[in-house]
């Protein structure tokens, strides 16, 4: 039984990072009504990033962990102004399945970028906290202790901001009744902007978490990318509590079964509980026919 | 006549190719009430919305007091003191009704003068404080209505167009929103006010625009307008 312990510590971190990569593809596509297909090489450039500041640069680690944010906060600026906003401004009926089509090319651009530099061999992450704390005979990594407190602050910031600031509530407003926001003064393609900048620099931060217990190489964000996706799913596109939810139950299902019934039937058991609730729950479990704005 | 808060000369808009408005023409004189009456999809809505930006002036002017607004995006327009109270409220559904009241002081940066407004408009709409922290998806029609107005007060912008106050609620309801335009009159606000129904605002109004078909008919006092028989039959149905 002495097993269970590393299990539900390895579901719970896992858990904690699907919840932070699904926090910016909710936002976005909550906000936008865009799947960012790109999202998943914006983790993978935010491990990167930390690695050469850290590693290559020989940089403090003050600077290399706020790398990732900067960097992906920038890239997801820039998907907005050179792919989304023109998308959106020419061809606004048909801007969901083109931006994902869209969005899917910066992504394979992005990833190739990557492959390029860096070349297809792994590299270990440097920025991780060394050792472990033991609770109750169950070893607990200092890292995965990190990985779920830096989640916790930034989902509660991310909460705190969207409900309590004038900009969170500009976008909420936005992603509820984009007409009413302009009515009223809101600049709706600065408020989208934001968004995708949020998003961006939440997602580098996931990478580098991730990097930090994985290694890092060019599909690094890609499986995140996919749970995040599932998650969104799940919980009903654009609900970001139902997604956070989502991500720790699922998470604790893939590493139990995982250790149950062998690594490779995680993923699939994961995927038959989706078409099960899509099946029961088309919109998804907390979703409703329109989607749940934020 | 005071001076003209907004002043539309030669308006034309309209959706796609097709244009809606094709010249109209209007004077809202500060501290006025004016209608704009017609039919259903005959451009009332559509003269509101080209004046706010959301639909682009092909031809001709729209100035407050003076300053051109054609050309300006909607957020520009509302920085520059039109307010906006649009047909079916347009409310946040997942926001409080506080918080929705909020959104309408997004371009106020000053806190002291948020909480100003914010006391006004909850002592001229009482029931929005009772209801302060209730989801907006939850009011009933006539609270939606009372919010959207709210909303719009809290922009204190100079302007304030109101699209159709009316539209979908009970009788007793329309009474108390027309009782809130009227109180709103009282206290010297420049109002557009786009109904259906003249008699209504015949004892409200300082002028009216009969509008069909994209374009003004006639102009005139609404009394004079609620005995011109042939005007009312041709137009509005009776």
């Keep these: ?294 | 006549m005071a001076e003209a808060a907004l002043a539309i000369e030669g308006l034309v808009t309209g959706y796609d190719r097709r244009d809606v408005l094709t010249g109209i023409s209007l004077d809202l004189p500060d501290g006025a009430l004016v209608t704009v009456v017609g039919p259903n999809g005959h451009g009332k809505t559509t003269l509101l919305r080209a004046i706010s930006g959301l639909l682009p002036t092909r031809r001709g002017s729209i100035r407050l007091f003076g300053k051109k607004l054609a050309g300006l995006a909607p957020h520009q327009v509302a920085a520059a003191g039109i307010v906006h109270v649009p047909q079916g409220d347009l409310l946040f559904p997942q926001m409080s009704v506080h918080e929705n009241l909020l959104m309408g002081a997004y371009l106020e940066n000053n806190q002291a003068v948020i909480r100003r407004r914010l006391e006004e408009v909850e002592a001229l709409l009482p029931k929005l404080a009772e209801r302060r922290d209730q989801l907006a998806s939850s009011l009933s029609g006539g609270e939606r209505r009372m919010v959207g107005i709210g909303r719009g007060l809290m922009m204190g912008g100079q302007v304030m167009l109101i699209d159709e106050p009316s539209l979908g609620l009970a009788p007793i309801i329309i009474e108390q929103v027309y009782e809130v335009i009227a109180r709103l009159k009282a206290s010297g606000r420049t109002i557009l006010l786009v109904e259906e129904n003249p008699a209504r605002v015949a004892d409200l109004a300082d002028a009216i625009h009969l509008l069909d078909n994209g374009r003004i008919v006639w102009s005139g006092p609404p009394h004079d307008l609620l005995e011109r028989d042939e005007l009312l039959e041709t137009y509005l149905g009776g």
């Design chain 1, 1 to 294: 039984m002495e097993i269970l312990g590393p299990v539900f510590v390895a579901g719970i971190t896992t858990g904690a990072l699907y919840a932070l990569a699904t926090i910016g593809l909710s936002l976005v596509w909550g906000a936008l009504g865009m799947l960012n297909m790109a999202h998943g090489a914006l983790l993978t450039i935010g491990g990167y990033a930390a690695f050469t500041l850290a590693t290559l640069l020989g940089a403090p680690w003050p600077v290399a962990v706020l790398a990732p944010v900067v960097v992906g906060a920038l890239i997801g600026a820039a998907i907005y102004l050179l792919v989304a906003q023109p998308l959106l401004a020419r061809a606004p009926k048909s801007f969901e399945t083109n931006v994902i089509i869209a969005t899917f090319g910066v992504a394979i651009a992005l990833e190739n970028a990557v492959l390029l530099i860096f070349g297809g061999q792994p590299f270990g992450q440097s920025i991780a906290l060394p050792g472990h704390l033991q609770a109750g005979g169950t070893f607990i990594p200092w890292q995965n202790v990190l990985i779920v407190a830096v989640v916790m602050v930034l989902m509660a910031g991310t909460a705190f901001f969207l409900a309590r600031t004038r900009a969170g509530r500009a976008i909420r407003a936005t992603a509820q009744h984009r007409e009413a926001a302009q009515l009223l003064g809101v600049p709706v393609g600065r408020v989208y902007l934001q968004v995708l900048a949020l998003s961006g620099g939440i997602a580098g931060t996931c990478g580098l978490l991730v990097s930090s217990i994985t290694q890092l190489s060019p599909t690094l964000g890609a499986d995140p990318m996919l749970k995040a996706f599932i998650m969104c799913v799940v919980a009903g596109l654009g609900n970001l509590p139902g997604a956070i939810g989502a991500a720790f139950v699922l998470a604790l299902i893939e590493a139990f079964a995982s250790y149950a019934l062998g690594a490779r039937w995680g993923f699939p058991l994961l995927l038959a509980i989706v078409i099960l609730v899509l099946i029961w729950r088309p919109d998804g479990l907390f979703g409703r026919a329109a989607v749940r704005r934020l």
